[in-house]
């Protein structure tokens, strides 16, 4: 979500601000006072839902509505407001949070929730989109917490032109228990996965079903969340959902390679550059042991606060206040080795982020979308993908969007652009 900032703030901090999705300015989402229809008002039990093996995963536990647009013209007003292209909407739409139940990174029983965004008048029977969101700090930066907001235009977009969108918040984002486990693409996978499971189950209470192809997308961190979601339901993962089409936005395929080099290289956005640096040490430590205490990879004083700031609680503007404007006020020698020669943890981290385009095909119609010159996940990413795909017979075309900046963000400006994109893309091939 976006947040406002003294006008003394420069625009590519502004930029920056808006493309962590920072908390402070957006509107959350609350339950609407409406009359009753399936899935408003209270939370609703999961009583009768369809029970999973794997702890439940998949099962349903709540949901409920969070609004209502009555028509294409309400969603219209709701899309410009947001900065995105209303010229797809269709339909009014109903937004649901559903609560389900999942397992964390180490395949423990935990629950997630996410946002499902139906298409109100459409026919019973809808393709569900699903649509992975970039990154965020705070808990409420997830798509079920907000509304109005940069979080929420593409699943609103995309109920809107008559598709079921599915919204994963990630574990630990949401209502989830715990820390976010960032960029690690197999809990992003299963949450998502599960997601999908939880919104199959709940679509009958307002009358549709959902089909069994689904159209994959995401967006920065979420392209490569989209991707592993794409190769789960490719390798039959799932008994009834299938992939149908998958449609990254602005990834950071190569992280460990093309996304770490140029931002240790100076040639992403400084300020990004030593938020993302940040957020792989803490983030990869807790789960792969990087690092044996913060001293080790943080100068101070910031060893002593950064891994606090990445604890959900904080906000986008305490993370960039709490953090030092270069690399080299933020890292210590031993941590941009790290960065930069990655062994033993680091490298175990990385090979579940560089893998989401190697050694397997999607066979299904697929695009990849950059926009060149973008400041904060480098276009060098998406070749990289092109070209694995293309080892394995997929010759997924490449679009570039061009100069479609967003709050002074090329970067953010390519999930807009994206969007009503892949909506005139998907109607298609349908």
């Known amino acids: 979500m976006r947040i406002h900032v003294n006008r003394r703030t420069t625009t590519r901090a502004t930029a920056l601000c808006a493309a962590l999705l920072l908390a402070g300015t957006a509107v959350p989402a609350v339950a609407t006072a409406a009359a009753p229809t399936p899935g408003a008002g209270s939370p609703v039990s999961a009583a009768g839902g369809q029970q999973r093996q ?4 998949g099962t349903l536990v709540s949901a409920e509505r969070l609004y209502r647009l009555a028509g294409p013209e309400d969603v219209a007003a709701e899309l410009t407001s947001a900065g995105f292209e209303a010229g797809t909407a269709r339909y009014g739409v109903d937004a649901y949070r559903l609560v389900y139940r999942t397992v964390d990174a180490q395949g423990r029983p935990t629950t997630a929730s996410g946002l499902l965004v139906l298409p109100r008048g459409a026919d019973g029977r809808l393709r569900p989109v ?4 970039g990154t965020g700090v705070h808990k ?3 798509p079920s917490m907000q509304r109005r907001d940069f979080l929420t235009g593409p699943p609103v977009t995309y109920a809107s032109a008559g598709f079921a969108a599915v919204a994963p918040d990630y574990l630990g984002m949401g209502t989830g228990p715990g820390l976010h486990p960032w960029m690690d693409v197999p809990s992003e996978t299963t949450a ?10 709940f679509a009958p209470r307002t009358g549709h079903t959902l089909d069994r192809e689904v159209a994959v997308t995401g967006f920065s961190q979420g392209a490569s969340a989209a991707l592993g979601l794409a190769r789960s339901l490719r390798a039959g993962e799932d008994r009834w959902f299938r992939l149908g089409a998958l449609a990254p936005v602005s990834g950071a395929y190569d992280f460990g390679g093309s996304e ?5 290289d100076g040639r992403l956005e400084p300020k990004s550059s030593v938020i993302y640096a940040a957020y792989t040490l803490v983030a990869f ?3 792969h042991r990087v690092y044996d205490s913060p001293g080790q990879v943080f100068r101070a004083p910031y060893a002593k606060t950064v891994e606090a700031l990445f604890d959900g609680a904080h906000t986008g503007r305490q993370l960039m206040e709490g953090t030092p404007d270069t690399l080299d006020k933020l890292l210590t020698p031993h941590g941009r080795r790290i960065l930069d020669q990655p062994t033993g943890g680091m490298a175990a981290a ?11 095909a999607p066979r299904v119609p697929t695009r990849l979308y950059l926009a060149r010159g973008d400041e904060q996940a480098t276009v060098e990413n998406t070749a990289v993908c092109h070209a694995a795909l293309r080892r394995q017979g997929v010759d997924a075309p490449v679009i570039d969007l061009g100069a479609v900046d967003y709050e002074h963000s090329r970067h953010l400006g390519s999930n807009v652009a994206a969007t009503a994109d892949i909506v005139r893309w998907l109607r298609t091939l349908r």
Request: charged share 30%.
């Open 192 to 201: 998502s996965l599960d997601m999908l499971r939880a919104a199959r189950a």
């Open 350 to 360: 990385l090979r579940t982020t560089d893998g989401v385009c190697t050694d397997w």
């Open 54 to 57: 794997d702890h439940g995963r």
């Open 260 to 264: 770490l080099r140029a931002l240790l």
């Open 130 to 133: 699903s649509f992975a969101h």
């Open 140 to 142: 409420s930066d997830a």
């Open 285 to 287: 430590n807790r789960l």
